[in-house]
């Protein structure tokens, strides 16, 4: 072979062999995306039995029906399609609007939609940074490190729904505006209990609570004034400093 020809056919090799790395690292950010939207896509049961098999929160705390997510991932999941606004995303929301919600339902109920989003998931979730980071909190969101023990079983609903919409520094901070040194002591106790004290800056006090989501108040995060890259950020630096002391405990 000639030199010239040696010499192109060693650079096409070279462009080719980092085209595949650089087709690798993109697939595998959305490797972590994927298993969580493929799990809300399969989880159709319902009830304690089904819910001890089958939901992430109770299979990593062997079974405990106390158990759950500290940070939601569907909603940073919304958010980031939103801050995007792809064409397709506009109209899976608008037949959200339209057909989901008289049925009091969502796109995350929607096998269609979820589909969908697989198939195409850098239409969706194109590969920039932002992505990056969400692919990182989905790694740390199914992890044990995202998994709180309730005290009550039905703090699950109740920080889910208005006005909370599982923003925990706003149920934490209304949990915390009490008069009641008793209820507080409790409260201290159980944030402690399970480790989340760097939800505050400083002691375990309403007024320390942080600003994850870049409003500028804790009782503030409408999505459209949520800042989505501070919220990513601020979830994951919450995720990693608790699987750090997690690990240390065991």
Avoid at 9 to 24: G, L, Q
Wanted: charge should be negative; proline fraction near 4%.
């Amino acid at each position: 072979m000639k030199s010239l020809e040696m010499k192109n056919f060693v650079t096409d090799k070279h462009t080719e062999k980092m085209y595949n790395k650089s087709a690798i690292k993109k697939k595998d950010t959305y490797v972590p995306i994927l298993q969580k939207i493929e799990y809300w896509r399969d989880y159709n049961g319902t009830g304690d039995l089904y819910r001890k098999e089958h939901d992430l929160d109770c299979i990593l705390t062997d079974g405990n029906l106390f158990a759950d997510t500290l940070f939601s991932l569907w909603l940073p999941l919304r958010y980031t399609l939103n801050y995007y606004g792809c064409e397709l995303w506009d109209k899976w929301k608008e037949f959200e609007a339209e057909k989901l919600r008289p049925q009091k339902l969502g796109l995350k109920d929607c096998p269609d939609f979820l589909n969908e989003l697989i198939e195409n998931i850098d239409l969706f979730l194109p590969p920039t940074e932002l992505t990056s980071l969400l692919s990182e909190l989905f790694e740390l969101g199914q992890q044990r490190c995202n998994v709180i023990i309730l005290p009550y079983r039905s703090w699950n609903s109740r920080r889910g729904y208005q006005p909370y919409w599982e923003y925990l520094p706003h149920f934490l901070y209304d949990l915390m505006n009490t008069e009641s040194p008793v209820f507080l002591k409790a409260v201290s106790t159980w944030l402690q209990s399970e480790q989340l004290e760097m939800f505050f800056n400083g002691s375990l006090d309403k007024s320390n609570l942080k600003d994850l989501a870049g409003t500028g108040a804790v009782w503030r995060h409408k999505p459209n004034e949520i800042n989505v890259e501070h919220l990513l950020r601020s979830y994951i630096d919450i995720l990693r400093a608790r699987k750090s002391i997690m690990m240390d405990v065991a």
